[in-house]
């Protein structure tokens, strides 16, 4: 199979496409054949060595935590998937051994899969795993009541905007800080938009002059400093040694990829794509990336 693999930590420049071979499925995994590969920021600080110091460093490597494709083969101890099935994943620890979504086949424990939503086309789905366990564990964390207000940072972003939609779900009312060419978006998602920049903390009290009664930080950077003492609870994914704010990191638990997977089957989940790459543009797809400024998920196409 083809695949995008690195041999030393670095960043776009370090990737090259190889022919591997066919991954070996475990009893319970199953082999699944990519339709899309979604690229997240945790890609480039991995593939940077960011994790060097806390696990052992094993090359080549195929990179890519979120996967959208079909099995082609269950394991017998996989029972709950069938070749055809399509399904989407959070392929995290099979990168860690040297097996992730950056290819055309990817070997996967059946924990780390559930079934596509049949709504979505294949790069938008291929978006949801990551962002939106964050999303869903985040606003859990928050847990916004019917009725209270919830202010997200980067509300346009790959996690912002999946954690919007989750807490207007839930009926909660949801300011959004973004860039203008962004508010479009956010005004179609039912999000009421609030501009970045000086002056930021006093357009949100415009909104909300009694305060929010929860913030979400997807943005880091000092933000949750621009907006001080406006949110009586505050988790972050961004920025982990903020005063007062509680700090989320995504895990993978199999009944939260669930519970994204059927809200977008539900029609309550959108993910905005903001370009395809094939394959052998992988280095081009992570560049773009990295600039951080795609309005949008970027994601592979084998």
């Known amino acids: 199979m083809k695949a995008v693999v690195y041999h030393r930590f670095g960043g776009p420049e370090v990737l090259a496409i190889a022919e591997l071979p066919e991954p ?139 954690a919007a939609q989750i807490a207007l779900g839930r009926g909660a009312r949801v300011l959004g800080t973004a860039s203008e060419p962004n508010h479009g978006y956010l005004r179609s998602l039912g999000v009421e938009p609030v501009r970045y920049g000086d002056g930021l903390a006093g ?27 406006i949110g009586a609870r505050v988790v972050s994914i961004a920025e982990f040694d903020h005063p007062g704010a509680t700090a989320v990191f995504a895990r993978l638990v199999p009944e939260d990829l669930r519970t994204v997977a059927e809200l977008a089957e539900a029609g309550r989940l959108k993910v905005r794509v903001a370009r395809t790459f094939p394959l052998g543009q992988a280095a081009d797809a992570q560049r773009l990336l990295a600039e951080g400024h795609a309005p949008g998920r970027i994601v592979l196409v084998p």
Do not use: C, M
């Open 203 to 229: 357009r949100v009290r415009e909104l909300a002059p009694d305060g929010v009664d929860a913030v979400l930080d997807t943005a880091g950077r000092g933000t949750l400093a621009a907006t001080p003492d």
């Open 24 to 162: 070996k499925v475990n009893l319970d995994g199953v082999l699944v054949r990519v339709r899309a590969a979604a690229l997240n920021p945790a890609d480039l600080g991995v593939q940077a060595g960011a994790l060097a110091g806390s696990r052992e460093s094993y090359f080549p490597v195929v990179p890519g935590w979120d996967v959208a494709g079909v099995v082609e083969r269950a394991g017998p101890a996989a029972s709950e998937f069938a070749p055809g099935d399509e399904v989407i994943g959070y392929v995290r620890g099979e990168v860690e051994h040297h097996n992730g979504a950056y290819a055309e086949l990817v070997a996967a424990d059946v924990r780390t899969v559930v079934h596509k939503p049949r709504s979505l086309p294949w790069d938008q789905a291929a978006g949801l795993p990551l962002a939106g366990l964050t999303a869903v564990q985040a606003i859990d964390a928050l847990a916004p009541k019917p009725g209270e207000t919830l202010l997200v940072h980067a509300a346009a972003g790959g996690v912002g905007s999946l």
